[in-house]
């Protein structure tokens, strides 16, 4: 017999989930899956440096355990599934310079990879599997999202060119949003602190597809190209070796997001947390913790917020009613020990937003 405080904390479990439609700080076990297509031949050459990564994720914290497959249709498609304790451990590894020298020797026999990854929600199995799955934690509940995804890319450009690089960064002509019948591009904000670039965007349908789409548009690659010169870290976008790392260290993924039904729209802010060595991701969930508390109470100025991390940089993008920019909250005590520098409020450069988004 279900109690009266049971379906009260269902109630509340499925209104939270209602607000928040993505975060890996669920403490859920976590599946990785990796798609790979391997040139033709070079099955083995894959095979022997798959084999040497497996070891040295082996001593990673928080993997459990990984397996490899070969397609028994075509011996050029393979898969890596890998399990994790949680998001947060995986995530500090994969995007880890550490990490980008350890997959290197796979990059010279593979034409394409694809990355997924999941919360485990439920699971079945016999009675070993049912032992030991009480030892191990699922997602409480299914999120609810909003069919939109969110990522950022972040660079620094050389001292002294941030107002020629800004002035490039705005004056671009929107590419074209439409990618195909199931994928478009939303929504693009670009923001600046000092050296630091942001950007983030918003799409809805496959996020890989839409990158490539835009990547390939002739208004993004005279920006790409004009900004260049500038950038810290070289880059050959005609060199697709040159490229892929520059993108791949670029990479800011999202790690939470909360949002609620029939918000107005409003301003968007980016708040720049600098974090010190080594706590990033604890930053990161403690400012998302603090944004879900923030969604319970309707007074709170922030309409919606998303968190994006990478290594020690934090990147917290708002949506506050028209005017009440200044009504951000300054970061609470256990924040401040985390910072390595106060919280800083990026310079919008463009927003834009897709006619139909």
Known sequence: MTTTSERVADQLT??????????????SRLRVVLLVDVYDGAQQQFLEAYEQLCNQVASVPGHVSDQLCQSIENPSQWLITSEWESAPPFLAWVNSEEHVQMVEPLHACVRNTRSLRFHVVRETGG???????????????PRIGDGVIRHALTFTVKPGSE??????????????????????????SLFMHGNRVVRA???RGDLLAALRHVARQPEVRAVEQAINPYLEQDRDLDDQESARMFFTRAALPAVHHMTADGLP?????????????????RL??????????AAQDPAHPVLR???????????RLVDVPV???????????????????????????????????
């Open 14 to 27: 499925r209104q939270e989930s209602k607000r928040i439609s993505q975060s890996v700080f669920d403490g």
């Open 127 to 141: 009675d070993a599997a049912a032992a030991a799955a009480g030892k191990r934690r699922l997602q409480a509940a």
């Open 163 to 188: 107002a020629k690089v800004a002035e490039i960064l705005s004056g671009y002509d929107s590419p074209d949003p439409h990618v195909d019948d199931t994928t478009r591009l939303c929504r693009t």
């Open 201 to 203: 965007v918003e799409v």
């Open 265 to 281: 729209e409003g301003e968007r802010h980016a708040l720049y947390y600098p974090a010190k060595p080594d706590q990033g991701m």
């Open 284 to 293: 990161a969930e403690l400012l998302a913790q603090q944004d879900e508390k």
């Open 305 to 315: 917020s998303t968190i994006f991390h990478r290594e020690d940089v934090v990147v």
């Open 323 to 357: 005017g009440s920019g200044n009504e951000l909250a300054a970061p609470p005590a256990a924040l401040r020990k985390l910072l390595d520098g106060e919280p800083v409020r990026m310079q919008l450069i463009t927003d834009r937003r897709s006619p139909d988004a």
